[in-house]
């Protein structure tokens, strides 16, 4: 009398296994932190002539922060704004919580873009609500394309 086989459960054990190793070199490489050309660092100037092609979208741009001003929010929270300058242009980025940044930084800012929005009375222009701010002083250099 013949045994039956266990191949098909070995088969698929194989295929798991196999799967897994091709699998695990995707997720180390996603872990890993891109650089800064990887990120899509647009440049102000492309911000302010096509401004709405990237109303409401997430951003990421580079410049000098110039007119850091305090405020706070209509919740009481703490805030801040400033300009962000490159030498073809300048946007407002505004972003909770306490200053992180110092006139002069050079920083790089991701954060959502809007074309204008209405604040009271008053409509701003080309603001970033910033999701991060980062000193470039404290980026690793290797990062830096």
């Known amino acids: ?10 088969r698929q054990h194989h295929r798991i296994t196999l799967s897994l190793i091709l699998l695990l070199p995707l997720l180390a ?17 492309e911000l ?7 109303d409401r979208q997430e951003v990421v741009v580079a410049g000098q922060v110039t007119n850091v001003q305090l405020a706070t929010n209509r919740q009481g929270q703490p805030a801040y704004g400033f300009l962000l300058k490159d030498p073809a242009g300048t ?6 919580g306490q200053v992180d940044v110092r006139e002069g930084d050079q920083v ?3 954060g959502v873009f809007s074309r204008l929005r ?4 008053t409509i ?5 609500k910033a999701l991060s701010i980062k000193p470039m002083n404290r980026l690793n250099p290797d990062l830096v394309g």
């Open 1 to 10: 009398m013949a045994r039956p086989s266990n191949s098909q459960p070995l």
């Open 29 to 45: 490489f996603s872990l890993v932190p891109l650089p800064v050309h990887a990120l899509g660092l647009l440049e102000i100037t």
């Open 48 to 54: 302010l002539t096509h401004p709405e092609q990237y």
């Open 91 to 96: 946007l407002k980025v505004i972003s909770l």
């Open 108 to 110: 790089i800012v991701e």
């Open 118 to 121: 209405q604040a009271g009375r």
């Open 124 to 128: 701003i222009y080309n603001e970033i």
